[in-house]
């Protein structure tokens, strides 16, 4: 009888152990998908869908950012990290409509914070891979804010 209960329970702490690692989920707090708008100092608004894959690997969907403000048809690679107090940063390269008269390809960097389990806030930089004499750094710059909503 005691071989019989040591045997249940041992094959419920193996149910309850495989059923909890299924469910966790694979980034902490930032799992899943978002829809980020975000919007570069004198640009408008622009979105796209962040999926977060395991160990820091991720996709932008770029909804509205291709010629003509159409959707890319190809997802985009990225980068994630979660920090402490909340935070968050996530990144890749895309190319972009700055202002009326070029695009640009570069890396757009989102750097935020939770405010709730399924919002994000903060802030952007693009840095684009052109050269400029006038800059410290010696590259173009654009910033700008972001939210993000979870999706699923």
């Not at 999926?51 to 890319?72: Q, R």
Request: glycine share 10%.
């Amino acid at each position: 009888m005691r071989t019989h209960l040591r045997i249940i329970i041992a094959v419920f702490i193996l149910f309850s152990t495989t059923a909890a690692q299924q469910t966790a989920p694979a980034g902490g707090k930032l799992s899943g998908r978002w829809r980020v708008t975000f919007s570069l100092t004198g640009d408008p608004e622009k979105h796209l869908i962040f999926e977060v894959k395991p160990k820091g690997a991720g996709s932008f969907s770029l909804l509205d950012t291709g010629p003509d403000n159409k959707p890319v048809p190809d997802p985009a690679p990225s980068v994630w990290s979660e920090l402490d107090n909340d935070r968050v940063s996530f990144t890749g390269q895309i190319e972009l409509q700055l202002g009326s008269c070029c695009r640009e390809v570069g890396t757009l960097i989102f750097k935020g914070k939770f405010k709730s389990n399924t919002s994000i806030t903060g802030g952007i930089i693009f840095v684009t891979s052109i050269d400029e004499e006038e800059s410290p750094y010696k590259y173009r710059s654009h910033v700008g804010t972001f939210t993000a909503t979870f999706v699923n």
